[in-house]
T-cell receptor, first 116, second 111 residues
Framework: AQKVTQAQTEISVVEKEDVTLDCVYE???????LFWYKQPPSGELVFLIRRNSFDEQNEISGRYSWNFQKSTSSFNFTITASQVVDSAVYFC?????????????FGQGTRLTINP | DGGITQSPKYLFRKEGQNVTLSCEQNLNHDAMYWYRQDPGQGLRLIYYSQIVNDFQKGDIAEGYSVSREKKESFPLTVTSAQKNPTAFYLC??????????FGSGTRLTVV
């Protein structure tokens, strides 16, 4: 069965600090997809990134970067020089398989607070 | 603009009542999903539909029902059999390749 674990329930840092959000996943499939979403106070989930199991290249998008390591089943998310606007709940999610429902399984989420 | 519209934003249900949450998308997506979020928890899948007139139970389908008569619409009914319906409900649509699109959610409270 697929499972996603975000061990950090809450993180609080001062603005401009770097912060890393951890995500560990479990799956028996060789083909799967990993996602990160941001949930601001408004409640809507905002898609940040999708990564498939065959692509272990790390990715950088502005102040955001993602480190995918199949050897440790981890897909960690780093925010560099954090800003108050980064405050939100962040979810890591997993979707198995090639065909079928392609449903998402979410971690518990990490509440990130950036203090000015 | 394309997207998903959920209504109402806030909903109050009396004990023993059925209520229906609306989810409409104009993205031409085949797959649609309903998730439930409880405070401090992740999202759990209630029902999903991959095509019109077909839907499948998710992990916590008891006490809920859905229909998919049109591609654009996937309403969720919270029945009186759902004993703890107070939660935040999110609708989403695929495909997975583009990271799914989520609506802004409906917050349901039992009064």
């Amino acid at each position: 069965a697929q499972k996603v674990t975000q061990a950090q329930t809450e993180i609080s840092v001062v603005e401009k600090e770097d912060v890393t959000l951890d995500c560990v996943y479990e799956t028996r499939d060789t083909t799967y997809y990993l996602f990160w979403y941001k949930q601001p106070p408004s409640g809507e989930l905002v898609f940040l990134i999708r990564r498939n199991s065959f692509d272990e290249q790390n990715e950088i998008s502005g102040r955001y970067s993602w480190n995918f390591q199949k050897s440790t089943s981890s897909f960690n998310f780093t925010i560099t020089a954090s800003q108050v606007v980064d405050s939100a709940v962040y979810f890591c999610a997993l979707s198995e398989g090639i065909q079928g429902a392609q449903k998402l399984v979410f971690g518990q989420g990490t509440r990130l607070t950036i203090n000015p | 603009d394309g997207g998903i519209t959920q209504s109402p934003k806030y909903l109050f249900r009396k004990e023993g009542q059925n209520v229906t949450l609306s989810c409409e998308q104009n993205l031409n997506h085949d797959a649609m999903y309903w998730y439930r979020q409880d405070p401090g928890q992740g999202l759990r899948l209630i029902y999903y539909s991959q095509i019109v007139n077909d839907f499948q139970k998710g992990d916590i389908a008891e006490g809920y029902s859905v229909s998919r008569e049109k591609k654009e619409s996937f309403p969720l009914t919270v029945t009186s059999a759902q004993k703890n319906p107070t939660a935040f409900y999110l609708c989403a649509s695929g495909p997975r390749a583009y990271g799914y699109t989520f609506g802004s959610g409906t917050r349901l409270t039992v009064v």
